[in-house]
């Protein structure tokens, strides 16, 4: 009974050169896929001039999905106001207050979405607000300077609503009136 031992290696071997040359043949400028002007231009023709370059030249374009972090610094509105730091954010509002507890990161179009928790004010405030906090999802967009603001608490209306929002602006909110 007589065994092939040195077979399999050798096959192995030359799939991988065999692989390795389509590949090859694949990316080279002489590949029958290749765009008319350089066929053209490899047969020395004058109509590769009046087709161009083969490729584009090189563009520097940012990576997608790159999540880039909120400005930290205050963010200030008519009603509102949000305190961004690099661990999340405070906010205030008009007889309200509340936070988001991570950071915030902007997608490729400046918008984020992210849980955080909101109390309602007026009246005598208690010692102890967690039972008082309410889930809450604050989402927007920031475009440059400005974002704008969505919350929404429990899920459900009515809820504080939109704010406009800008960097460095401090918001004129005055203290909650006792009810």
């Known amino acids: 009974m007589k065994f092939r031992v040195g077979l399999p290696i050798v096959s192995a071997r030359v799939a991988v050169a065999l692989t390795l040359l389509w590949f ?12 008319a002007g350089a066929q053209e231009k490899e047969r020395g023709s004058s109509t590769a001039s009046a087709v161009g370059p083969r490729r584009p030249p090189t563009r520097l374009i ?8 909120l400005q930290t610094g205050v963010w200030g509105g008519e009603r509102a106001e949000l305190d961004a730091t690099t ?11 509340g936070a988001v507890t991570q950071p915030i990161v902007l ?17 005598p405030v208690p010692a102890d607000e967690t039972r008082y906090a309410r889930p809450a999802v604050y989402g927007g967009c920031v475009d440059g300077p400005t974002m704008t603001l969505d919350v929404l608490v429990d899920g459900t209306p009515p809820s ?3 704010f406009t929002l800008v ?4 918001s004129p909110l005055g203290p909650c009136p006792i009810l």
């Open 62 to 69: 940012g990576p997608r999905g790159n999540m880039a972090p």
């Open 87 to 97: 661990a999340g954010a405070t906010l205030r509002f008009f007889c309200a207050h």
């Open 24 to 35: 090859a043949a694949g990316c080279s400028d002489r590949a029958p896929t290749a765009p």
């Open 167 to 170: 960097h460095g602006q401090k």
């Open 160 to 162: 504080p609503g939109t």
């Open 107 to 123: 997608d490729d179009a400046g918008r984020f979405s992210l849980p955080g928790w909101f109390v309602r004010e007026g009246g």
